[in-house]
């Protein structure tokens, strides 16, 4: 999802540059500003992500009169049908993972300027109505929910499902499932869960062993005696 919200951030903030090489791209991801969390991908990480989105239908190659690179755009726009404040909110929120109303109208504010917090937040309701980011609970001590965009759930077009090939269109290729993201943060929650027994199981076993040399030595002692 970083991929797209580079696309979604540089399509308004460097036009001029617009679409991205798949080398501007690289750097748009690794940014360490405007970041959250700061990446380094390479390449391949990022041609995959394209690919993704391109079986979405949210992203697609183009070339430029004269171009002999390769560029990208995005298309959720089109896509969903989605309206500049949407996008730009949108944008934030695929780069800096869950935020507040007010940091949102304050990030937004080079993509889409919102004459109001009331207006961040009739926009947010209603992207959460389309399920396209979701509501979180207040942090303790903070007094605005916070937003966390829901596009990583999105299902992949049933007409696409089979679809391995690049189309007439200039879309990218082929690409895992989007499920594949999913599945790893579900893979290194239980690895951690995994690691968490085995150091219990451990701690278990060290006591026990202790508690064996001590009676060991103790018998020791008494047949010294």
Not at 12 to 21: E, F, G, K, M, V
Not at 84 to 93: D, F, S, T, V
Not at 140 to 168: C, S
Not at 195 to 204: I, K, W
Request: with cysteine.
């Amino acid at each position: 999802m970083r991929v797209l919200g580079c696309l979604l951030e540089k399509q308004r903030t460097t036009p001029d540059a617009y679409p991205l090489s798949l080398n501007g791209l690289r750097l748009a991801c690794n940014q360490a500003t405007n970041r959250d969390p700061v990446v380094a991908y390479d390449e391949a990480i990022v041609r995959e992500a394209l690919h993704r989105l391109s079986r979405r239908r949210w992203a697609r190659a183009t070339t430029g009169p004269g171009s002999r690179v390769g560029k990208y755009r995005h298309l959720l726009d089109e896509a969903l049908s989605l309206s500049a404040p949407e996008l730009a909110l949108l944008g934030i929120l695929l780069l800096r993972g869950a935020q507040t109303p007010g940091e949102l109208k304050q990030r937004t504010e080079r993509l889409h300027p919102f004459a109001g917090l009331d207006v961040v937040q009739v926009t947010l309701d209603g992207l959460v109505g389309r399920e396209l980011i979701v509501r979180l609970s207040r942090r303790p001590g903070q007094k605005e929910e916070r937003y966390r965009q829901a596009l990583g759930t999105q299902e992949v077009p049933a007409d696409l499902g089979g679809d391995r090939r690049g189309g007439e269109d200039g879309s990218v290729g082929h690409a895992d499932d989007e499920k594949g993201e999913e599945m790893g943060d579900g893979a290194m929650a239980a690895s951690a869960s995994a690691s968490a027994g085995t150091a219990r199981r451990l701690e278990r076993l060290e006591a026990q062993v202790s508690d064996l040399s001590n009676q060991v030595q103790r018998l020791a002692r008494a047949l010294e005696e």
